[in-house]
């Protein structure tokens, strides 16, 4: 933890780790409905971690990092395949981050939600078959980004609207 002000601030480890307990909570309650084999259960705790970084890519840190290499692979894919609608799309996304202050729209609880949800609708039509593959995704990853939010701000801030 770091010190901003008078207040400690949570690292990226210390968000990390709570996505990790974010991740093993969910997991505990969602095992005994969809026994997930060991890879699954790695693809989600892959996107709790993104979700518990997410809402620090308004600011230069590890989660923006990856945000940045991951749009650039997308980028490239999308080039390389002629997708050029898709790729315009991620470009003017990829730019949000830049000009938003810190701890404005990425740090909002309805944010960390509508996204990844508005971003599952999304690939559900052009993915249809793994379509409830996607949906468990997201969930780990909003369950991740909720607790950046509860480490950062506390609970009753995090969901101020």
Request: with cysteine.
């Amino acid at each position: 933890m770091k010190e901003h002000g008078d207040v400690l601030m949570p690292n990226y480890q210390t968000h990390l780790a709570g996505g990790a307990i974010t991740f093993a909570a969910v997991l505990v309650c969602i095992v005994p409905y969809t026994q997930p084999p060991v890879l699954t259960a790695g693809e989600w705790l892959l996107f709790a971690l993104a979700g518990s970084l997410f809402p620090d890519i308004d600011i230069k840190s590890k989660g923006q990092k990856y945000f940045y290499w991951l749009v650039l692979l997308l980028l490239l894919i999308l080039t390389y395949t002629k997708r050029f609608i898709p790729l315009a799309i991620i470009s003017i996304v990829a730019t949000i981050p830049l000009i938003s202050k810190h701890r404005g729209l990425f740090h909002r609880a309805w944010f960390v939600i509508a996204a990844p949800l508005i971003t599952w609708q999304i690939l559900s039509v052009y993915y249809p078959p793994i379509k409830t593959a996607l949906l468990l995704d997201m969930i780990f990853f909003i369950a991740g980004a909720l607790s950046h939010l509860w480490l950062d701000m506390g609970l009753k801030k995090m969901i101020r609207i």
